[in-house]
């Protein structure tokens, strides 16, 4: 870091890091490690089934192929009844990147359409969509998808993919909510609304990129979800089990006692896939929160100025919420959310 | 106390969507629980449909709105009818028998993995960058582990292999379920692995979150002020710091509870444990309705609850509760 001549000029340096060529460098090592891993395991996922040495549900009838410890021919052994482990493993890791995917994104759509809408257009309508959102939010989802899905048994991943998008949205529209309320009273956005912009133009040109890090974060935590519960549920046997997910491998080789009779290499590698993808999100995670909150970077990227360690200014915080004029059905309404709780007491000390 | 009533309100809604859902979802899928059952019982005689009608309560007959309000009466009632699979028992005796189990062990690794999640989230975030941060990664890849696979692998080390732990029940085969001390040791000991797995693998979420929120709190000017007038250390971190960045955490605890209750569903599949979430696992293989759709309900309700314990608790820990009620 450079040493400008003035401390004003120096501090605005630092607030605008990501745009400077070398912000490889200067993500959080995290981060990186995140971004490497999950990297590998979507390059598998496009590349995998096209490489597969075996066809995965093939089932070798000679008894000679039960069970194989690895070796040249099946490189990750094979199951009791003869099936390719690291066939099954390639499009087992296709399958369900595929559905953290597709949940991820329509999720994460409909929480930025959710939250937006309820940001800008207010009163009643805020209330409302906060309600609806906090009601989902706490009835326990894990239950809801097995009785959802105990109706649907064997149609394929689609029942899935459609259930767990419709629960997953509730928390980044939260989140992105209490962002958007904090910045449309921002100068920039009153601005552009006196040089006379429509209001679609504002939410799409300043408000939405000004909340990037935090959509990409409930994109991560969206797609964590959606392989966490989908894997659980393929466990539990509530999935599609005629197809190769990480789950269904899981739930065969539990069922077939792979433990039990000592088959490690049956069980291990997909619980392995499952777990290296969700720490590759959680490093992602981490990396995004450290960029966007600045006090948990490391010390490494204050700078020294004038004989001072000085950190990058703070970002606007993320949940205290613009206290705003309530009254009437829609203060009402808000005084039952627990934000109330904390927006209110302030305004009562005043008093 | 408003807030207390406000927040039941809220909570009387989400309790009254869950029951709405419960109500709709049979009457939403293609092709009805009868004729599922009827297929999946070839045996069963054409005479047996009426029979599961009323079983199932869906042939209560009338507009939509009359089974509704008969459906509400009978949840109000704790009548759910009668378990399918299990025939002649009553949905609500086997509810009855399960939930202790499950309340028991799963309410006691939660609250032991919050409070020691808390506390060392509190080191970390007072020591930012210290030994703990070093932690962090491995904690995060336990975390990020299929939590059934960690508890997988636990049960063949500890209990198959190694004779640690018994494998997997609730008590010692032969033992008579009651308040003696042969039982009590035997459901203790069947229980330690399970709650083992619980805390390991969800202390990490609460040790990130409480770093995380500490290591702002402590940038505040009330922390540093604290620190200048020379307050011992440890009264900054406890009465200071972490006093205010544990609100946070207690708001994170009620929405948690809902993932802690879906790990323990799949805890007891691991473990064969005689809770709530194998009764459900069960009840949904065998499509037996009434039972999933009870079951259903005394999770969500469970899920309430647990959350007006945590408002209750904020009312106590957070003054500016009680001061904005005493300014009124």
Known sequence: MTIAPAIGTELTAVTQEPAQPGWWRRMPTKAKAGVVLFGLFVLTAIIGPLVTPYDPSYQNPSPSASMNAPSAAHLLGTTQSGQDVLSQLLVGIRLTLELGII??????????????????????????????????LVIPALPLLIVLLGYFPNRGEWPTIVVLTLLGWPWGARVIRAQTLAIRNRDFVAASRETGERTWRIIAFEIVPNEVSLIAASFVNTVLYAIAASVA????????????????????????????LGAWWWFVPPGLAVALIGTALVLLNTGIDELGNPRLRDASSASRIAGRWLKPADPTPVLSEISQRRNGFAGFLHSFSRSSLLDKAEAGDGR | MAFIIRRLVFYVVAAWVALTINFFIPRLVPGNAVEAIMS?????????????????????????????WAYLVDVAHLNFGTSVSEYPAQVSTLLAEALPWTITLVGTATVIAFLVGTALGIAAGWRHGGGLDRVLPGLMFLQAIPYFFFALILLELFAVKVHVFPIGQGYGQGLIPGWHWAFIGSAIDHSLLP?????LTSIAGWMLQMRNVMITTIGEDYVIAAQAKGLPNR????????????????????????????????????????????????????????????????????????NLIVDIIIVFVDPRTRSREAAR
Do not use: C
């Open chain 1, 103 to 136: 949940v991820g994104l329509v999720a994460t759509a409909l929480a930025v359409i959710v939250g937006v809408t309820a940001a800008f257009l207010g009163g009643f309508w805020d209330e409302f969509l906060s309600l609806v959102t906090n009601v989902f």
């Open chain 1, 233 to 260: 549920l393929a466990f539990i046997g509530v999935a599609d089990l005629n197809s190769w997910s990480l789950g269904t491998m899981l739930y065969w080789a539990e069922s077939q006692q792979a433990l039990q």
């Open chain 2, 40 to 68: 999946k019982f070839p045996n069963l005689q054409p005479s047996a449909y009426r029979a599961l009608e009323a079983l199932l309560g869906v042939g209560h007959g009338g507009s939509i709105w009359h089974q509704y």
């Open chain 2, 195 to 199: 709650a083992l797995t619980i805390v």
């Open chain 2, 235 to 306: 009264r900054v971190v406890l009465t200071y710091a972490a006093r205010n960045a544990i609100l946070p955490q207690l708001q994170g605890f009620g929405l948690a509870v809902g993932f802690v209750v879906s790990g323990a569903l799949v805890m007891e599949i691991v473990f064969s444990y005689p809770g709530i979430g194998l009764l459900l696992v069960n009840s949904v293989t065998s499509n037996d309705y009434p039972l999933t759709q009870a079951i259903f309900l005394v999770i969500t309700f469970a899920v309430l609850l647990a």
